[in-house]
């Protein structure tokens, strides 16, 4: 991921993969007022089996390709170009990013199924509090805390239902995944220094057959799609599902790049350009969006209009702000003895001890540690990029001896982090690119360098013989963008998602998320988009759609 | 002498390359296979584009003169390791260097040989993962609990000198 290296045309082409459809399932007509989806992921993939299963039809419009589990590769850049989103973006601001991946703010998926394609499957859940960061947080300067205008109690039936669809290690009857090398050396130091809430999940891959999909196989590749199929995705669970109803129409390699609304200011179609370049227009009578927490806003930004001059659904001036990526740092430590970490699944350990409300640690918030494991070609791009000489070779030497961790943490929403629209740089289409800029606040920092520390002492209490820190890389979560507020003038969107200046535009993925908290963002997303299933479907059932 | 307006670097500025990638990213254990391909990509991909072309030939040319002018030994290719370590961080930033490390991080280690000679497995689906290949074969440290914590004491998810003044009902 050199950022020399980051070009579009050097992807290994959705075009030549077999089985390229225009669409597949249903043949929903373009003047037809359906419930349109713009992306396939967590959100967007979940949003569309939920409200198929209940008979209402549904177009959902996936920028990316297809690809089928065979198509995943057991190459960790070839699968980069295979699903990663390469399109022309920025990042910019003091954050190391912008330095390191100019071209590259976030390392998401391109694809149907979205970033739970190449997600890690780690599940807990929000806590009570962190729905509730100005009231337990309170007025942090530079920070623009707000409290959800949802509870963790009413989400609770929600997150039940999200964790049986995922099939969650450890909750509902599943079992837990056996314990792999990088987990043994976790899990044995997490114990060395007295931490208990460890486990090898919950986490959303099958320890055991479920839901139609087998067990796990341990081939390490979870983060470059699962071959498989025992991890869950909406590509292998609600988009086949959907599409079995005959209410789905799935178009994918269809990059929606404008809301529409009508004179009464409720949204009305989505226009999207196809694999060619031609522009069409899909009837709409709800519109979901659903395209990850940079081009969500960049959507609603790319649709103002005479009635919303600073972007869809904007008068609050929140979208595009207080863009969340979580903390995030890593830590790598040596041995003496062989660790293989890359054998297993990737992220099948958890520790939440530090998942907590505790300022006299002198921060805000809380983070999890979780085993991670790289291959040598992505440790080589995101160990300290730019990196070179003995120093560096030293990590790379140590591989085989090498047990890994990611400290994920929630970063605090700031109005100023914020996607906005690169007038100065144009995507494929001539549309202008996203910016993503961003600036650690200060609570961000302190919470980081406890986690390090916590890593080191962690690895040290088993032996570790040397430790190496690595800075946050381009963002796997993506918040905040669209985010919840209980009165229009501070959030976009209502408690179930709605925007509140614009009736039947609904946000539906982690950019409605008012706040990160410690978690891993997808379990919540999927429960966030059950809900909001749910109350579509009753809405439209009552004509009030 | 390599010729910009030719886009082929010649033999010397080649070796050079390899040397240079050698000193940068020094692994004892590599055998020259590993560099050679790299600097192979490295060429291959200056081709693409006029800059990248013009930077690599001067900067890789003008290596010995420099290395001539810091220890009055005659080539960077017979510089010892320290000295030739010692001759690019004078150079850190030189666009030239930078563009072959941008090219080698991603290639060096991309390497199927360079994977077996640190001790990774690489692509294992069609081999049945690691299930039964030694996902969990580590043994100089006890078998640890994999279920969640189910003993007597409870997750505190709020210090209670964490409590806001005004408590909501559901904490």
Request: aromatic content about 10%; glycine content about 10%; overall charge negative.
């Amino acid at each position: 991921m050199g950022t020399e290296n980051v070009d579009p045309n050097q992807r290994s082409d959705a075009d030549s993969l077999r089985s390229q459809q225009d669409h597949y399932g249903a043949s929903i007509d373009h003047d037809e007022e359906v419930v349109v989806i713009v992306g396939s992921g967590a959100g967007g993939g979940t949003l569309a089996y939920e409200l198929t299963a209940k008979g209402v039809p549904c177009v959902v419009l996936e920028a990316g390709p297809y690809l089928m589990p065979e198509d995943y590769e057991n190459d960790e850049w070839a699968s980069f170009k295979q699903m990663a989103w390469l399109d022309a973006r920025t990042a910019s601001g003091p954050y190391r990013v912008a330095r390191d991946f100019p071209n590259l703010p976030a390392w998401v998926v391109k694809a149907v199924g979205g970033s739970t394609t190449h997600w890690s499957g780690a599940t807990p859940r929000f806590r009570a509090h962190e729905f509730k960061t100005r009231t337990y947080y309170g007025d942090i300067e530079g920070a623009n805390t707000l409290d959800w205008p949802i509870t963790l109690e009413e989400l609770a039936p929600y997150y039940d239902r999200a964790e049986k669809a995922i099939g969650s290690t450890h909750r509902h009857g599943r079992p837990p995944l056996p314990a792999n090398n990088n987990y043994k050396v976790f899990a044995n130091g997490a114990e060395k220094v007295g931490y208990e809430f460890y486990a090898t999940g919950p986490y959303g891959t099958n320890a055991e057959p479920y839901d139609g999909r087998p067990a796990s196989i341990q081939d390490g590749f979870n983060f470059q799609g699962d071959k498989s199929t025992a991890k869950w995705s909406t590509a292998v669970r609600e988009i086949p599902r959907a599409i079995k109803t005959g209410k789905c129409d799935l178009r994918p390699n269809s990059q929606a790049v404008q809301v529409t609304h009508d004179a009464s200011g409720r949204a009305n179609a989505v226009l999207y350009v196809d694999k060619d370049g031609n522009l069409h227009r899909q009837a709409a009578r709800v519109v979901c969006v659903a395209g990850n927490s940079i081009e969500s806003p960049r959507l609603l930004l790319m649709s103002a209009s005479a009635l919303h001059p600073d972007g869809l659904a904007n008068s609050s001036g929140q979208v595009g702000r207080n863009y969340m990526r979580h903390l995030t740092g890593s830590v790598y430590a040596r041995f003496e003895e062989p660790v293989h970490m890359y054998r297993g699944e990737t992220m099948a350990g958890i520790i939440a001890d530090e998942a907590r409300q505790d300022t006299s640690r002198g921060f805000v918030g809380g983070y999890y540690m979780e085993t991670l494991s790289l291959g040598p070609a992505f440790l080589a791009a995101f160990a300290d990029p730019g990196e070179w000489g003995p120093g560096f070779t030293e990590v790379m030497d140590a591989y085989q001896n090498t047990a890994g961790m990611w400290i994920v943490g929630e970063d605090l929403p700031q109005e100023t982090n914020r996607v906005t629209l690169n007038a100065s740089v144009k995507d494929q289409w001539g549309l202008p690119a996203a910016d993503v800029w961003y600036q650690d606040h200060p609570n961000d920092v302190a919470m980081r360098t406890h986690g390090y520390s916590r890593a080191d002492l962690l690895y040290e209490a088993v032996g570790a013989v040397g430790v190496h820190h690595t800075p946050p890389y381009p963002a796997t979560h993506n918040l905040g963008t669209c985010r919840l507020g209980a009165r229009p003038e501070d959030g976009v969107a209502d408690t179930w998602g709605q925007a509140h200046d614009v009736p039947g535009l609904f946000i539906s993925d982690g950019s409605q998320m008012t706040s990160g908290a410690a978690a891993n963002p997808t379990l919540t997303i999927v429960a966030l988009a059950i809900r909001q299933a749910e109350y579509i479907a009753d809405q439209l059932a009552k004509g009030a759609g | 002498m390599s010729d910009p307006t030719t886009s082929s670097i010649d033999t010397d500025g080649r070796r050079n390359l390899v040397r240079l990638l050698r000193a940068a990213y020094p692994h004892p254990r590599f055998p020259d296979g590993p560099y050679e391909r790299t600097a192979d990509a490295i060429l291959n991909q200056a081709g693409d584009s006029l800059w990248h072309r013009l930077v690599l030939t001067e900067g890789l040319a003008t290596l010995d003169a420099r290395a001539a002018s810091g220890s009055g030994q005659g080539r960077f290719a017979d510089l010892d390791d320290e000295a030739a370590l010692d001759l690019l961080r004078g150079i850190e930033d030189a666009e030239f260097f930078v563009f072959i490390r941008s090219v080698a991080v991603v290639t060096l280690y991309d390497d199927a040989e360079v994977h077996q000679l640190l001790g990774y497995g690489g692509p294992s689906f069609e081999q049945g993962g690691y299930l039964h290949r030694g996902f969990d074969d580590l043994d100089w440290l006890p078998n640890p609990r994999i279920e969640e914590y189910d003993g007597p004491d409870q997750l505190v998810e709020v210090a209670p000198d964490d409590e806001p003044a005004t408590a909501p009902t559901q904490a």
